[in-house]
Each structure stands twice: as structure tokens, then as C-alpha cells.
């Protein structure tokens, strides 16, 4: 327990020293992405529930806020507000016809769902189409206490929204709620004979990982100050799978490690063009195949062995 107090202390003077150390807009891009792979990670690490779209929650969230901050000139806390709640909706909408079916057939519907709302996004007139929304502004928060445009302080901001969404998502699992959808996932036949209706837990734990998808993805488009296309791709949903799955499904920190690993690739690998996605796609397969269960999975299992000596 001491030893989880200080590893907890030190990851929060690091996360509060960073921006001093690092680009601030990588560091809040890193924590977005971080904040989307954790919501993934609740749906497909802890319900079982393999999702191909969930992209559309991120780019839905993005255009809501842009729209909601620039064409009726908002204020940014009601376009956050206005990205969670789409997000939610569309996740509801979804849930509802997709969890009625299991394992390949319900990423299928995921996935043409997802389709459906990208090529809505490139007709619909407030997306402005495959330009984008672009110019979304910087507008202070709290009535004017907060101003974002420094990106320090902006940074402290989107580290707030990122620990508020992480600590949900770590309370939804450790609830009562949580330990019925790690039942779910390990035995839905033995859950259901118990009297848990799984189609319910299923749906509402499907409607908040949309929900937390689309807070992430509504700060995105605060930091960024645009919201394009690729926020709702195919290549997005398969992006966060990749931070799942590089990080470690079924852990709460798998997905943070995941999405830096993945982001901090981006960057730096961003001179070598097109080859990015090759170097990407290797160095996945090397990590599949020498971490099956993710760094974080590998690392907390070389633990339990140490500590079983």
C-alpha cells in the first residue's frame, strides 16, 4: 500500500511538472488519447464487448463542442456538456440495436454504425465536410477565470478532465456495478441464471464508455481547435484498439501506457511520412507477440511472480 501511495505521488508531480519539460499540446494531445483508450478499454477489458466504431463517439463529441463553442458561441463548459451528451446518445442509439447480438456480429454493427455517422459527418452542412471545422476558439472557462489560450494553463485543465473521466472509470470497475460486468464478461450464462439482466448492464456500460469516449474527444477538439474526419475514421476505431492492446486490456493503466507509447510514436516518427504506419504495424506485431498481455499486463504478471518467491 505505501509502495502504490508513493508510485501515486510521484506520477503527480511528474503529470504537474511536465508541461514545464514537454510541448504542452503533446502532452494534452497524449492525455485525450489516453482518456478514449481507457473508455475502450472499459467496454472490451471489462464487459467482454468488442467494438470496431468507436471513433464515432471521439468525432461526433469533437463537432458537437466546435459547433456548439463557434456557430452559437457558447461557452466551452456547455460544448464539453454538449459533446458528452451527443456522444451518449449515439451510444444509446447504437446499444440498443448491437447488444442484442454477441461477439463478431455486434463489431459488425458497431462498425456499420460507425459508417453511418462518417458518411453523415462528410454530407451534413455544420462539418463542413472533408475541410473540417476548423478555427473552433479558445474561450476562458468558468466565466472568464480560466483563460486557455496560454497552453500551460490549458494543460492543467484537460489533466483535470482526464483525472475525473480515469477516476469514473476506475470507479464504475471497483463498484458493485463493475464486478456484475466482469461477470458478464467471464460468463454471461452463469450471470444471467443469478437474475442480472445482461442486456441492461451491457447497454449502460456501452452508453458511459461512449459517454467518457466523447468527453475525450470534446477536448480534443478544445486543444486542437478543430474537429475533421479523421476523428470519426475506421482507421481512429482501430487506432484506440491498438492502444488497448499495446498497453493491456483489462488493466486500468494499460491504456494510458498504451495511448503515450502510441502518440509519442506519432511524433516522433512523423518525419518518415507514410512509412510511420509500417514502423507502426511492426512494432505492434513485435509487441503482440512478445507481450501478449500488453507492457502493463507483462509487467504486472514478472511482479506477482517476484513477489511469490
Not at 458518411?119 to 463542413?128: E, I, K, S
Not at 478555427?135 to 500551460?152: E, S, V
Not at 493503466?253 to 512523423?270: D, E, K, S
Request: proline content about 3%; hydrophobic content about 55%; aromatic content about 12%.
Amino acid at each position: 500500500m505505501n509502495a502504490q501511495r508513493l508510485l501515486v505521488a510521484v506520477l503527480a508531480v511528474l503529470a504537474l511538472a511536465a508541461p514545464w519539460f514537454a510541448y504542452p499540446v503533446f502532452l494534452m494531445t497524449a492525455l485525450c488519447f489516453a482518456l478514449f483508450a481507457c473508455a475502450f478499454n472499459l467496454l472490451l477489458g471489462y464487459v467482454g464487448l468488442m467494438s470496431f466504431g468507436h471513433a464515432m463517439f471521439f468525432g461526433t463529441a469533437g463537432y458537437f463542442f466546435g459547433h456548439v463553442v463557434k456557430a452559437w458561441d457558447m461557452p466551452p463548459e456547455l460544448g464539453l456538456l454538449a459533446g458528452v451528451c451527443g456522444a451518449a446518445l449515439v451510444g444509446l442509439v447504437t446499444g440498443a440495436l448491437a447488444i442484442r447480438r454477441q461477439g463478431i456480429y455486434f463489431a459488425m454493427i458497431t462498425l456499420a454504425f460507425a459508417q453511418m455517422i462518417y458518411f453523415f459527418c462528410v454530407q451534413a452542412p455544420f462539418t463542413h465536410g472533408e475541410d473540417g471545422l476548423q478555427g473552433i476558439p479558445r474561450k476562458a472557462l468558468l466565466g472568464g477565470l480560466i483563460p486557455t489560450k496560454d497552453d500551460r494553463v490549458l494543460y492543467y485543465v484537460v489533466l483535470a478532465i482526464f483525472v475525473f473521466g480515469y477516476c469514473a472509470i476506475y470507479r464504475i470497475i471497483h463498484s458493485p456495478f463493475g464486478q456484475v460486468l466482469k461477470a458478464i464478461r467471464d460468463n454471461e450464462q452463469r450471470a444471467q441464471s443469478l437474475g442480472y439482466e445482461a442486456d441492461r448492464y451491457k447497454l449502460l456500460a456501452f452508453v458511459l464508455s461512449a459517454a467518457l469516449a466523447g468527453l475525450a474527444g470534446a477536448t480534443k477538439a478544445m486543444v486542437l481547435q478543430f474537429a475533421t474526419l479523421t476523428d470519426v475514421s475506421a482507421a481512429m476505431s482501430g487506432e484506440v484498439v491498438l492502444m488497448a492492446l499495446v498497453g493491456g486490456l483489462g488493466t486500468i493503466v494499460g491504456p494510458v501506457v498504451g495511448a503515450f507509447i502510441i502518440i509519442t510514436m506519432q511524433n516522433y516518427l512523423a518525419a518518415t511520412g507514410e512509412f510511420v504506419l509500417v514502423i507502426q504495424g511492426a512494432i505492434f506485431v513485435v509487441i503482440v507477440l512478445a507481450f501478449r498481455k500488453g507492457v502493463v499486463g507483462e509487467l504486472a504478471e514478472w511482479w506477482k511472480r517476484r513477489q511469490a518467491r
